[in-house]
């Protein structure tokens, strides 16, 4: 949905996947994380979903070398326009990132699995 933000929605879709309350359960009080307790020291912790995670999720399923450079040079242009605080050039440069996520998937010989391309639209 517009204006939804990726973990808004990957916690929708994990609650209905893991389906959560379905016995009753009141798991919305259970005890949480905070963003602020997490130091990514942990075994197995990652950074937030940023740009890092972007280029490695695109580095890893992107298999055309010219589609990938294409794709990592428009999350280099977000995240440099991240960095001077210019939005509508972050959110534009992550759009058509997106557009040519889809457009590459959509080929007869997909350059992006449908895997792939789910998780980098999302």
Known sequence: MPGET???KLSENFVRAIQFGVYGGKWLE?????R???????????E???FGVLRSLTAS???NATA????LELVGQAEAASQRRDVAGM????????QRVESLAGQRVPLISPIGAETLVQ
Do not use: C, I
């Open 68 to 71: 990938k450079r294409a794709l």
């Open 48 to 50: 937030p979903v940023g």
């Open 30 to 34: 259970l005890p949480s994380l905070q």
């Open 6 to 8: 990726l973990s808004e």
């Open 91 to 98: 959110r534009a440069a992550l759009r058509n990132n997106e």
């Open 61 to 63: 399923y992107v298999a």
């Open 36 to 46: 602020s307790d997490v130091d990514g020291k942990a075994p197995g912790s990652v």
